[in-house]
């Protein structure tokens, strides 16, 4: 058996076209899931149940179903009658689906956060909404940074599930080099290897944030 990566090297300015891809499509899916768990875990925490209930029912669905249904679902499903682009249906997919556990993170860690800091900010003259996004929520956003960093390596990966709906990520433009070049071994080799480097990069900045972030405190 023969190793040949003269494909990989050929092709290789289209496998970076596919990481610039999945880097921009993963800095837009984690800024909509974290801003939007906030949002949805402080309306979960401080509405009435009447609105609550329905977001808590949304965040168990999307945390108890496959990710790749609810693209089909929302690609192929709602498609049927609103014609959505893919890219939009693969960064609205992602989002929800990591902002239903973001929400869960921010949920912990907001009642993780002394009610006794409530009432003093309270006291101090702070509204309801003030105390809540200048008292409570950055501190329960410092205290989420190390689960929030393990899901957007997570979410990173799973960036190649949009592959399914045609999005020219990597996975996806490694596949048509792959048709042409006849070399499967050699670019999947080269893909783990790409991945394997982002996650330490990632993990490397992960670690920087906590360290900033614990000396914050």
Known sequence: MEF?????????????????ATLLIGVVVALLSIIGGQIVAVISLYTRKAVNWPLRFLIWLFMTTPLLLQLYFLYFGIGQWVLIPAIAVGVLGLGFHYMAYNADIFIATIKSVSNGQYEASRSLGFGHLATIFYIILPQAFYRAIPQLGNNMIIMVKDISVLSAIGIAELVYLSQYAISVSFRPFEFYITIAVIYYLINVLMETGQSWVERRAAARR
């Open 4 to 20: 040949d990566f003269s494909p990989v090297i050929t092709y290789f300015p289209t496998l970076i076209k596919g990481v610039g």
